[in-house]
Each structure stands twice: as C-alpha cells, then as structure tokens.
C-alpha cells in the first residue's frame, strides 16, 4: 500500500475513533441518568465495543500507547458487566470512569499520521501518554479492588445462557467465515508473507476477542487470548505459528460444533483431548505414518453470512471534497439559469420571428393584389405599356393576337414579387423549425432544472449533519458543572436528529457552550432559592432544534429566575454606559441589547464561570458570520429563552432580485414578510419619517438606496421620482425589528450561489456577498440582519454615554442632554412611534421618558419620574388612554401634569371622552410635527 493511501486510512481511524470517545461519553452520562440494571447492561456492553473497536484498529496502526490504554479501559468495563449490581451504580464509579475516558481522548488526541515508522515520534509520543495509561490502570485496580473477583466456572451450557438463541445464529452464520479465515491465513503462510499473515490474524482475534466480551462467552475469550498469545511469541516462525495456530483451529471448530448442538462445553476436557491426540499422533509419526496438519483439521461447509439490509457499505470523504463539490454545483446553478435565460430569449425571438414573417405574407399578399390591379390597367392601354412591351419584345416566339382575358402576361415586378413570396415561405420553413428546436430547447431545460434541482438536495444532503452533533459535548459540561458549583440541573435536547449544514457546527459550538453556561450560572438559582419559590429543586434547560420555512432555529430555555431589566439598568448606570436619567427611559428591548455588548456583564464579581464579559457578544459575533441571529425572551421567575436563527444552507439560497436605479440588488427570501404594493395615499408623514400602516402598527418606509453606503451609480431617481400610481415595497423583518424598504421595481424570485468577498477586500456594511447571474452580472447580496441594525443605530434615541467609545460605538452621536431641560413623557405601545416622537422631541431639546402602556406610565411617575408633559396613545395593553387620564386626574400629585393624545381614531366621540376626561390636546396619526411641538411649547408654558 502507498503512503498516500495509508495516509488516508489512519485518517479515516482517527475520525472513527473520535466517534468512538463520544459515544462513548454519551453512554456513561446515559447511564448515570438511568436505573434500570437492563439498559445499564446494555449501556456497558455498548461501551466495551467501543473500547475494543479502539484497542484493535490502534493496534493495527501502531499506535501501541492508545491501544494499551484502550485495552485497560475496556478492561474496566468488564469489570461493571461482570462483577457489579448495576442496579446500584455508584455516581463515583462513573465520575472515575469519564476521568479515564478523558486520558483517553488526551492520548487519541496526540495521534497523528506522520508518527507512524517513526521510531523517535513514536517513543516520545509513549513517554507522554505514560501516565495518562498509568491513570487509567490506577482506575482500574480500584474498581477491582472494590467490587472484588467473580467466581468463574469452566462449564458451560448453552441452554443456560439467556441470550442462548443469539449464540447459536451468531455461532452458525457468523464465526464460520472467520475460522475459515484463519484456516486459510494458516495455510497460506510463508516466510515472506509472515508479517502480513500476523497482522490479518491479529484482527482475527479482535473479532473473536469482540465476540467473546460482547456474549459473555469466557471459553471463547481464553482460545481467543491463546491466539494472541500465539502471534505474541518473540522471533515467532512460520512452524511455530502454524503448530499452535492448527491446535487453536481445531478448537474453535470444535466449540461451534458443539454449540449448534447443544451440547456442554468443558474447555480443560477438550484440551486434555487434543493431549490423548497429540500423543497418539507421535506415536503414529515413528512408525512413519505423519498427517499434515490439513488433513487433520475439520473442514465443514462454508455457510454464507446474510447481510442486513441496514449494513449498507460506506465510505468517509473529506469535507474539502464536498466543499469543491458542492461549488461546482452551484456553478452548474449558475450556467442552468444562463440557459434559462438564454431559453427565454429564444423563445422570445422565435415569436418576434413568426410575428416579422406573418407581416411579410401580409405585405406579399398586398404586393400581388397591387400588381394585379397595375397589370388590369396595363391591359386596357392598347399595348402600349412599356411593361407589357418590354415583356412581349423579350418573347423570341411569333404568337398571335391574344386578349388579356385570354393568357396572362407577366413582368419583370411579376418575376420579383414572386420571388419574394417563395423567400418568405422558404423563412416560414425555417421559422417553424426553429420553433420545433425553442420547444426542445424548453424541454431540455426542464429536465436539467429538475436534474439539477435533484442534484443540489442530494449533495446539499452530504454536508448536513445532525445536530447532536453540535450537543453531544454539552451534557458532559453540564455535569462537571452541576459538581463543581452543587447544582442539580437536568439538560433536555429536543431535535437531535435535525439536520443542519456541516458548517454551521463550528460556529455553532462555541455559542451553544456560552448559552448553556449563562443559563447555568445566570438563570438557575440554588436548590435552596429554587425550593424557597415553589419550584423543584433541581432546574431544567432544554436545547431544542427545528426547521420552520427557510430556517433553522434554536432555542435555549431554561426554568430560572430570568433576567431582571432593573439589574441591568443600574449596571449600565454603574459602568457609566448610559445617563441616569435615561437610563429609566430604556425599554425592556434596549436593555437586552446592553448583554450583547462586549465586556458587559451583570454578574457583581469576575469568577471561573462569569464575569468577564466575553459570553453573549461572542455568540452574536459567531451568529453574524453565517448569518445568523439572536433574541432573547425573558419572564422574571420563571426563566429566559435566547432564539438563534440560522438559514438552511450557506452557499445556495433563495433571494428577490430587486431594481435599485440601474443596479440589481438580491435581498434573502428569509428575511421578507411581505411584498406589497403600496399606493401613496397610504403613505403618512411622522415629522420628516414616511410611515406605513402594517400587520395593526406603523412601520418606517424608507428607499433601499438610501440604506447602502456604498456608491451606486445613476441614484438620480428619489422618492418624487417613484411611480406614483402603486410603490413597489418588501417588509423585512430581523432582530433589530421591521422595516418596508422601497424599490424602483421587483424582478423575480431566483436560485442564487452566495460567493462571499474574497480577501483581502473587507465585508461592507449591510452586504452579506455576491452571486452571479445567468447572463453573467455581479449581484450584490444585502445582509438584511446587519443593514437593519444600523439603520435602527443612526435613527434611535441619542442616549448620554462617556465610556462608550471604548465599546465601539460613534461618541459624536452621542450628546447628553441638558437636566433643565423639559422632560416629556411618551405612551405608546408602539415601538417604531415612540422612537419617531423621542427623536422630534429631543431635535427641539427636550429630554424624553418612554412608557410601552398606560400601567407603565403610571408606574414611572410614582416612582418619582420628572414629567413636564404626556404624550398619550388611547389604544393601549393592560391600560388604555382613557384610564390612564382617569387615574391621573384622580391622583393629587398627577392631576396637573397636562396631557395631550396622539392617536389614529379621528372620531368624534373618542376626542370628546377625552377632553371629558381631562385631555387638553388631541392629535391624530399621521401628526403634523411643526403643530405638535408648538402645543407642546404652549403646554409647558402654562
């Protein structure tokens, strides 16, 4: 075998192996969490494969310092099937046996191919796994010394077995391949081939080996340990081998033979046998009649061994591969859709062709018609038609007087109009051919559109991985976590199997491990708080995965005390991020935003787990680079739930194609809620910010032009410059919240390959990266997350921040205002309103307090809020506009404070219930902000 094959084989084992560790872990955590002495049996037996498997494929490879720890481990394990209640598991037995499991993986982790026949590596790789193996012993000759030895007895039967049907199948359709196997390796050796006919027989062993801890078969586990043994022998000869392989051939033979019968086993009985034999067998040498060896070992029929359907061959293929792979797929996307393209414009010029050769045939038909009615008044002039002249002198043939009624004349035009007409049908011809071809030509691009189509869900489904994948690591840290920190928290992963793209995993390992020790240290309270507020003692966090439309979400959620919004407003008050007098109009929303920031944490001192800042800004970080998002959703006392949002798939995706000036634009298909039309009279004005009226709330209306930053040629068209008649617009929607962007005109709904910006060229803002279209132009790609989050930044409330500019944030946008400034209250339920009144408020230098509901509003004024002014919406949650200018005009200290709604009931009876209730203002949306701020003055002056 070539270096480079052997290469690729070792990686394939440490790939295997790998596996192997986290099933492995996955089992002893399952079998920590269960109670049942079966499953725990099986658990065990499940985890002396693995360590077999490992022992084995390492011993093979060289790797003697894995295959030894490997083999001590397993031993361990024998030790549980064998010798322990598992009914009575200690915790500390498993706690012992995940330690071992981690030497394990240290030294599985120093494995590299370039070790092997490389004597130096190879011993400096033994000298560093030494105690990692020692470790692993030492757990070992606890447990023995702990549960002690088991009483073992040489007789067997197989009636007595449990598992006695499972044998004998295994025993007749199984092992016989593999005993003749040896046979064959036996017979065939040589002194050239010894090394190999050593390898393949040690391989042998690891399969009867398997077999023998796998059925508890402890004869069937010495003959195997005599096998190796056997090929142990040091300076070991093709005789010697041959001698003792042919003695451990018979047995085995005869072992199965007595199996399928029924029969006893007693293996000293048999050995004293083979002696009787041997003996008989010498005596027979000395008067010269020798057996081979061959002769004298059974030989029964091979039975073939059936297949199980679900033990389809498989292969390992590097992710470099179907990395390239799926791009030369998405390349073939790419010249599909230039054949559609091209495919359309065929058809299109065949039916420009057909229209252009029906003209023709008309025209034809009138040029004929013209030259009939010329050639009828030819005839009446007596001859005397230079036409008709010059066609009858060119006549070489005397013919008599004929009248015109009588034989047609014809003409040089004659001769020419009818050439024409026969070149028309001949184009005609050609017309219907190239119709039959544009039909064909539709037909083949049909199939490859499906081909294709089935071809990119068959690949894309090479690069998807379960999501365990990216969970399997968690329960182990939750549990040295719970250890460490005396918590008891149970970890509940719902879609496990969920399929997600092979490179989502690395970018979402790290934010799963910082979610699930946030909700670790942040959100679960002690068993002692826990049980203080009537919850159970121990806590729960559930990692749950699901597809829902183009999507792949992700929730981490668990059971405790939440996130409390005041904390985190007197931490920002604390750290200086935030005035304090707007520190208290900061909505629940924009204090969320705070955990995201970089270096800012509610915990009161840095510690091992917490404290440092780096935890939620990473998360969001890794989320933005596969263009994915994050929300969270809090209830004080009964938990937090963060929602990570990730496409489907990277590299292929669906997008709205858009027209913005002479640019083509593609916005992802994930990320709009809508596309509508929108007539101007829908339109309205909020101060200088155009609204839409959607989904039962106002939304900005803003054109796409005016979000990119970057420049884009021949912008002259503005918003007069829009049709006026119906306005092209796309909701989109992100974590930064909703927003209907403008475009000059909708294109289509097309495949596209996401190329990203190749280095060194950085990645602007609110572009996410390039495809190619069929025609070969470089659309641009919008990052709707990214573009959305600024536009929000440069159009929010200006907030007064001193350390901000250390955080990243533009310190020019930030001006504190003045403290003698009027301070004016907005309540409105309505997030996108607020945010428009605080912005015309604080332009006319006015400090700004902002209440979501009527309850709120009243809660900050009895907490002792300035308020020189209220600004009121009447259609409110939990307290409408009537009842909070009610409960404000029966409160003393409140009666004064004047107030004036806003809101989009224009009827007569909703103003007239207000000026009844104490209302000295009512405006309706959409307001007039020149007015508004003038009332506004005028209040506050009386």
Known sequence: MNPEDFNELIGIFIAETQEFLQTMEANLLAMESSSSAEERLQTVKTLFRCAHSIKGSSSIFGFNSLSKAAHCLEDCFVILRDRVDLSELESSTITALLHGLDSLKIIADGVRPDQLNQEI??????SSTEPHILAIAQIKTTLEAKYGQKEETANYTINSLVNAEAVKVIFE??????????????????????????????????????????????????????????????NLSVEQLQSSGWKIAQKLQKIRTKVLQGEAIDLQLLEERERVVEQESGRAGENGNNASPISQ???????????????????RVEVERLTELINLVGELVINRTNFELQEAQLRSEAKRIRKSISSLHHFGSELREEYDRLAGEWGTDNGKSEIGKKSNSQSPIAKPHFDILEMDRYTEFHAKAVELIEITQAIAQSASLVDELAVKFERSTDQLRRITDRLRSRVMQLRVVPFSRAVDRLPRALRELCRTFNKDVNLLLLGRDTKIDETLLDALRDPLVHLLRNAFDHGIESPEARIAAGKPASGQIEIEARHQGGQTIITVTDDGRGIDPEGIRSR?????????EQAADLSIAELYEFLFWPGFSTAKEVTDLSGRGVGLDVVRNNLR????TIKVDSRPGRGTSFILKLPLMLSISDALLVMVGKNTIAIPLDAIEEIIHIQPDRIQMAGNQAMLWWEEEFIRLVQLQDLLHYDIPDLSSSAESLPQDSIPAIVLASSEGVVAIAVDRILSQQEIVVKPLPPPIS?????????????????????????????????????????????GVRTDLLTPP???????????????????????????????????????????????IDCSAIIADIEMPRMDGFELLS????????????????????????????????????????????????????????
């Open 121 to 126: 590596a190879i011993a400096e790789s033994e």
């Open 173 to 234: 359709f199984e092992l016989p391949s593999v005993f003749n196997q040896l046979e064959a390796e036996l017979s065939q050796s040589s002194a050239e081939n010894l090394p190999q006919t050593i390898a393949t027989i040690n391989n042998i062993y690891y399969q009867i080996s398997g077999v023998a801890g796998m059925l508890q078969l402890s004869y069937l586990a010495e003959i195997a340990n005599q096998l190796r043994d056997a090929i142990d022998t040091p």
């Open 297 to 315: 070992s059974p030989h029964p029929p091979l039975l073939p061994s059936p297949i199980s359907p679900s033990n389809q061959p498989t292969i």
């Open 572 to 580: 920002v008050v604390e750290k200086g991020l935030v005035a304090p």
């Open 625 to 628: 680079q596969v263009r994915g």
């Open 763 to 807: 990645k602007p803002r609110g572009i996410v990266g390039c495809t190619i279209l069929g025609d070969g132009q470089v659309v641009t790609i919008l990052d709707v997350d990214d573009l959305l989050e600024e536009f929000h930044t440069h159009s929010s409330m200006t907030i007064s921040v001193e350390n901000k500019s250390s955080l």
């Open 818 to 864: 003045s403290s003698l400034q009027p301070q004016i209250l907005v309540v409105d339920d309505s997030y996108t309103i607020r945010q428009l009144l605080s912005q015309s408020l604080t332009r006319a230098r006015y400090r700004v307090a902002q209440a979501k509901d009527g309850q709120d509003a009243l809660s900050k004024l009895e907490q002792g």
């Open 887 to 942: 409960s404000l005009k029966s409160h003393p200290h409140f009666a004064s404070i004047p107030v004036a709604m806003l809101t989009s009931r224009s009827g007569i009876k909703y103003r007239q219930l207000a000026m009844e209730l104490g209302a000295v203002q009512y405006f309706t949306k959409p307001y007039n902000e020149g007015q508004l701020l003038e009332a506004i003055a005028k209040l506050i002056k009386k």
